[in-house]
């Protein structure tokens, strides 16, 4: 039982460039989301879903696509990245509204 | 527009001292949430308040909610310095599923 799995947990990115960060559960979680982390601010949500094929909007998704074909995976794809987009990316995972999140590890990104 | 608020941003305490961190909140909700982070770390879930007047206790912190007043409270009791990390509290508006965040306390023990 992995729990949430984000890849990579490291990244570099030139500006202009995309990419896409991968969040993988095993709990079957209906509800995902994706949230940034700034030095020392708190967490804003990026995206979020309560099931397969089911996706909103959060604070922040300018800049951010997601899709969830699957229980299992939420990826984010950075469309063209951004030195604002500087930051660390968590994935949480939650068994429905009456539950706390599950986080994963995160994804440390740098846009140069 | 929701705002979760905490206070304090920062909080440097004695050991074996009690305080309260509190959390306020601009919009109706009956689901308040609280996470500890450690640094350089993920978050950790703690306490899940589902109804007005909940009360959650683990160890040494215990989590309150007023969902009249907007307010949820974390009382620390004799503090340790294990206890040392960034709470953040998160709320979801009625009628919604969005999980939003609030600014967090960095909370420091010292020996």
């Known amino acids: 039982n992995a729990g949430v799995t984000q890849t990579p947990k490291f990244q570099v990115l030139k500006t202009g460039q995309s990419m896409t960060l991968q969040c993988a559960q095993d709990?079957?979680?209906?509800?995902m989301s994706w949230y940034r982390q700034d030095p020392g601010m708190g967490l804003r949500l990026i995206h979020y879903s309560v099931g397969a094929g089911i996706t909103d909007q959060g604070e922040v998704p300018n800049g951010y696509n997601v899709s969830r074909s699957t229980t299992e995976d939420f990826p984010l794809r950075l469309l063209s990245a951004a030195p604002s987009q500087t930051s660390v990316y968590f994935c949480?995972?939650?068994?429905?509204?009456?539950?706390?999140?599950?986080f994963g590890s995160g994804t440390r990104l740098t846009v140069v | 527009e929701l705002k979760v608020e905490q206070n304090p941003l920062f909080l440097s305490m004695q050991e074996g001292k009690n305080y309260t961190i509190y959390c306020n909140y601009s919009?109706?909700?009956?689901?308040l949430y609280w996470y500890r982070q450690d640094p350089g770390k993920s978050l950790e879930s703690l306490f899940v308040l589902l109804s007005n007047g909940a009360v959650k206790q683990e160890g040494r912190l215990m989590a309150s909610l007023d969902t009249k007043a907007r307010l949820s409270t974390l009382h620390i009791t004799a503090a340790v310095h294990d206890l040392s990390a960034t709470y953040f509290c998160a709320v979801t508006p009625s009628g919604t599923y969005k999980y939003i965040f609030g600014t967090g306390t960095r909370l420091k023990v010292l020996a």
């Open positions: 949480a995972t939650a068994d429905g509204p009456n539950y706390g999140y599950t």
């Open positions: 919009t109706t909700s009956d689901r």
């Open positions: 709990m079957n979680h209906e509800y």
